[in-house]
C-alpha cells in the first residue's frame, strides 16, 4: 500500500514540474514543495526530517534545472 502511495504522488510531482511556467524559479519553487511532499511519504521517525529536507533538495534542482520553452 505504501509503494502505490508513493509511486502515485512522484507522478503527480513530475505533471505538476511538466506543467510548470517558464520561469526558473517558479520552477524550482514547485520542484520544492513537490520534492518535500515526496520526502514526507518516504520518511519516518527521526529520519523524517532529513527525507522532506532530501526531498525538497532534489525537487528543487530538478524544477530549476528543466528546459524552458519559450
Known amino acids: 500500500m505504501t509503494y502505490l502511495k508513493l ?15 517558464n520561469d526558473p524559479q517558479i520552477n524550482a519553487a514547485v520542484g520544492g514543495l513537490s520534492g ?3 520526502g514526507t511519504q518516504i520518511g519516518s ?5 532529513a527525507a522532506i ?12 534545472n528543466t528546459q524552458v520553452t519559450r
Open 7 to 21: 509511486s502515485s504522488l512522484m507522478a503527480a510531482s513530475a505533471i505538476m514540474i511538466s506543467a510548470c511556467s
Open 36 to 38: 518535500a511532499a515526496v
Open 45 to 49: 521517525g527521526s529520519g523524517n526530517t
Open 53 to 64: 529536507l532530501g526531498g525538497a533538495a532534489v525537487g528543487t534542482a530538478i524544477g530549476a
